[in-house]
């Protein structure tokens, strides 16, 4: 079964350009999960769709958004790029959530560097 | 807050040495957690612990919640250089109004020589 993929691997931007990644979770998965990691954060929730919704949000700005699809692949967006979102994001895929102990696989990340 | 807290952040080995990470969390609503192992990109699973308190394994690999004591550790035995990583311990939440959230600690960089 193949893996949780992202595209693309790396993208460089400049301050207030916008940006949309990819991610295509494991096939059956229905639950996408966004993640922003960098070195003094860590790994920071950044929202959860499921069947095409978001269900769960996390603590970012409105500049972060995405949405899914009727086959699951989810996208998300930042819009007005800052310094500050330059991060490696990880999308993480599971079949359910919230039910059961389903657990999420991640995707090999989108590194971003805002310049 | 919900706290997920790793120590020691970080931990230099030599190969054959037998290695322990902690993690502790206070969190509202747990539902298990999770270990990950990160080396280049993608965390990868290693386990789902719950409050069943049923130790997990896999070939140099254990874990094992505490549910009293809010904690969880991974032992890794006989290390090799292949366990260099961060370990990621991770929590998540029963309840409908937590979908699809993990929350993360800060993660144990593990540094094995040859």
């Known amino acids: 079964k193949a893996g949780v993929t992202q595209t693309p691997r790396y993208l460089i931007k400049t301050r207030g350009q916008q940006v949309t990644l990819s991610c295509s979770p494991i096939s059956g998965h229905r639950s996408v999960s966004w993640y922003q990691q960098t070195p003094g954060q860590g790994l920071q929730f950044l929202f959860e769709y499921f069947s095409e919704t978001q269900r769960n949000k996390g603590n970012f700005p409105g500049r972060f958004s995405g949405r899914q699809f009727s086959n699951s692949r989810s996208e998300m967006n930042v819009s007005t790029l800052e310094l500050g979102d330059s991060a490696l994001y990880l999308c993480?895929?599971?079949?359910?959530?919230?039910?059961?102990?389903?657990?999420?696989?991640f995707g090999p990340g989108t590194r971003l560097l805002v310049l | 807050e919900d706290k997920v807290v790793q120590s020691p952040l970080s931990l230099v080995v030599h190969e054959g040495d037998t290695v322990t990470l902690n993690c502790s969390y206070e969190v509202t609503n747990f539902r298990s957690l999770l270990w990950y192992k990160q080396e280049k990109k993608a965390p990868t699973f290693l386990f789902m612990l719950?409050?069943?308190?049923i130790e997990k394994k896999s070939g140099r690999l254990s874990s094992i919640l505490d549910k009293k004591e809010l904690s969880s550790i991974l032992n890794i035995t006989a290390t090799q250089t292949g366990d260099s990583a961060i370990y990621l311990c991770a929590v998540e939440y029963a309840g409908g109004t937590s979908y699809g959230k993990l929350t993360f600690g800060q993660g144990t960089i593990l540094t094995v020589h040859p």
């Open positions: 993480a895929s599971s079949r359910t959530s919230g039910g059961a102990y389903e657990t999420q696989y």
């Open positions: 719950t409050s069943s308190g």
